[in-house]
């Protein structure tokens, strides 16, 4: 998945977030990522094409297209350094058509 198609599935629905997530940064004396750490980002939205299904659905995505992304974000920081993360959500005044071509030019 692309950082331009995730905008795209960000914007179908106000729900839609990605997630990133962390357990147990300092889970063994005291070291970073030491022992049973475990963290990832993950894209959760609504299936648009199937509006009587209203479950969310999840895909991990790769961490690196955060950053590309980011400026078009709003984060919402929860938990702590053994379990914890941050919610990212569309900013409500992205122009969605000149984010994806402002990001396909970068490319």
Do not use: C
């Not at 990832?40 to 895909?59: A, D, K, M």
């Not at 961490?63 to 929860?78: C, K, Q, S, T, V």
């Amino acid at each position: 998945m692309t950082p331009q198609s995730i905008l795209r599935v960000l914007s179908q629905h106000p729900d839609n977030n990605i997630t990133e997530f962390h357990r147990a940064l300092n889970s063994v004396g005291g070291k970073l990522l030491g022992g049973g750490a475990y963290g990832g980002v993950t894209l959760n939205y609504h299936e648009p094409y199937y509006t009587w299904r209203n479950f969310l659905e999840s895909t991990h995505i790769q961490y690196n297209h955060i950053g590309r992304i980011r400026a078009y974000l709003d984060a919402e920081p929860w938990g702590n350094v053994n379990l914890g993360g941050t919610i990212y959500r569309l900013k409500p005044d992205v122009d969605i058509d000149a984010a994806i071509s402002a990001l396909s030019m970068a490319a």
